[in-house]
């Protein structure tokens, strides 16, 4: 499943005070993408940054995603800053 939300602002720190609920079935497989991206047109963006990790690995509560560029490499600061719930 995938869910796309557009930012409050567009400064330096965007805000997205979105929440976002998802099914799932098989925890043990599921894989969680936060992917960032500029809007540059009203059709097309750009690759910020992106982070994926298992499932299982999401530990409740606030939480820093470090972002990294497309082949994995830090883009150290830049993060999300994002709350985390499940059950």
Request: aromatic share 12%.
């Amino acid at each position: 499943s995938k869910q796309q939300v557009k930012a409050i602002n567009s400064a330096l720190s965007p805000r997205w005070d979105t929440d976002m609920s998802f099914t799932i079935r098989l925890p043990e497989l599921c894989l969680v993408r936060f992917c960032v991206r500029d809007q540059t047109g009203i059709l097309s963006s750009e690759f910020v940054g992106q982070y994926t990790l298992p499932f299982k690995s999401l530990k409740k509560g606030y939480r820093w995603v470090p972002l990294q560029s497309k082949d994995g490499f830090s883009l150290d600061p830049a993060s999300l800053f994002v709350y985390i719930s499940h059950s």
